[in-house]
């Protein structure tokens, strides 16, 4: 699976339910063995590789990243400008 696919299964599960938790995705990416698509971090986290997380941000412009939760969902009126709430 190449970034640009595996952005594109992210886009598909998150047209699904209109929300995506990133230990979900990456936790799935993860297990197809390659660091380009989901790593550990210094502290130990499941995160989504870099690539594809420009790519899946470049398909979703009105998608929003609740960074206390970590889960991107669809972008309210009230919410700040930005990606991260």
Known sequence: MTPDQAAEWMLEQFEAKRFLYQDEAATH?????DETLAYYDSSGNVCVGKKVLA???KLTPEVVYERADKFWRDRLPSD?????Q
Not at 29 to 33: G, M, Q
Not at 80 to 84: F, I, K, L, S, T
Request: aromatic residues 8%; charged residues 10%; glycine residues 8%.
């Open 80 to 84: 700040q400008p930005g990606r991260q």
């Open 29 to 33: 990416l993860l297990h197809l063995h």
């Open 55 to 57: 790519t899946f941000n």
